[in-house]
């Protein structure tokens, strides 16, 4: 872990000053003063870890707006690195063709940058605009067992990567409750990282309590994800439970109905002190064969294995779908699948982009999105 902080701070100071550089140089090249500039760029690199870091002990408004403008900050880093990166390589290619005359170099370089800054805006403004509009993503799926009360068919609400915190807050929950609301699901399903970071913002103006469901037939539940572990999982997991969300923690559960419920620890449970998860065979020991079985497991790792068991349906998270362009071809590089839906022998498997965000709060080529998933049973 240590390893990986030294990594993710030292690629955050690196892209940091290579922007800082290039508008300096830029400025200064045009005739501009540099001083508010360097004043302004050191502040605003400095909120997304002035917040991160205050939040664990001093969360209050300040530091959720510490939160919000270092999330769109690092969205800037992303694409002004980009924009910038691209015009740098044009530039050093056009250089043994005497393509732009030196004399023009400082005033191109400074349009560079202002024309990489203002695009970088314009993309900051639609992403938070798709970060706001969640959809529903719809599946009609056929399991090969059937219920076991005569009723073969249930509507499920999955949610995954909500994130609540200092940027995900009450708006956000309302709305979810008026999407959840709208589909009358006979059973709701949290597939991880319902917390963001730190528990104390959410704490501190019970965030989880905007969360409005309707009386369901078939109840409620949850799954840790690796951000539950990242806020003290101590804490997390029985706030979500105080708000009669049943957290299952390497747990099978059996509906009224016959449907077996599979709830795995998070992987980050396997790591550190923290007690290991159970595996997944062992979990399936518990299970009837006869009847159908979904799987909650926030990380879609390893999807490949579950062709070989009695899994119908597995439902994960976790990867937002690279929730900015082009952090989406890294996600479907990670994992067999980063999005979507997909069969593994005879089991089904949906990954969820998420309701929320993590960082910025924007999203460039993927949308948030609830999953609504109508199950059928085979009939007897």
């Known amino acids: 872990m240590a390893i990986f902080f030294i990594i993710v701070f030292t690629v955050y100071f690196l892209i940091n000053l290579y922007l800082f550089m290039k508008g300096y140089h830029a400025l200064a090249g045009a005739g501009y003063r540099t001083r508010i500039y360097t004043v302004v760029f ?142 009358k699901p006979d059973l709701v399903l949290f597939l991880g990282d319902l917390i963001d970071g730190s528990i104390a913002p959410v704490l501190r103006g019970d965030l989880l309590s905007y969360l409005s469901l309707p009386d369901l037939q078939y109840g409620r539940y949850a799954i840790t994800g690796n951000h539950e572990y990242i806020g003290d999982i101590r804490k997390t997991v029985p706030y979500i439970e105080s708000k009669g969300i049943r957290v299952l923690k390497d747990e099978v559960v059996t509906l009224s109905n016959g449907l077996q419920i599979i709830g795995r620890l998070d992987r980050s449970a396997n790591q550190g002190s923290v007690s290991g998860r159970v595996s997944l065979d062992s979990l399936l020991a518990q299970t009837d064969p006869a009847r159908p079985v979904i799987l909650l497991d926030h990380q879609p790792s390893e999807l490949s294995a579950l062709a070989g068991t009695n899994v119908d349906l597995q439902l994960s998270g976790h990867t937002h779908n690279g929730q900015m362009w082009p952090l989406t071809y890294i996600v479907n590089k990670m994992f067999e699948l980063g999005h979507g839906y997909a069969m593994f022998g005879k089991t089904h498997a949906i990954v969820s982009s998420g309701f929320g965000i993590w960082g910025p709060r924007m999203r460039i080529g993927t949308r948030p999105e609830i999953l609504v998933i109508n199950v059928t049973g085979r009939s007897e």
């Open 42 to 183: 050191l502040v605003l690199a400095s909120t997304f870890i002035a917040g991160k870091f205050l939040e664990y002990g001093f969360t209050n408004v300040f530091t959720d707006i510490l939160n919000v403008i270092g999330g769109f900050w690092m969205a800037f880093m992303l694409y002004g690195f980009l924009i910038l990166l691209i015009a740098d390589i044009f530039l050093l290619v056009q250089k043994p063709f005497h393509l732009v005359p030196d004399v023009s170099m400082p005033r191109l370089r400074f349009w560079i940058f202002t024309g990489s800054s203002v695009i970088t805006l314009i993309l900051i403004v639609v992403g938070f605009i798709t970060a706001v509009s969640p959809v529903a993503r719809r599946y009609d799926l056929t399991f090969s067992r059937s219920f076991r009360d005569g009723n073969d068919q249930m509507r499920i609400v999955a949610v995954s990567d909500i994130h609540l915190g200092s940027v995900i807050r009450k708006r956000s929950m309302r709305h979810l409750s008026e999407m959840i609301r709208n589909e």
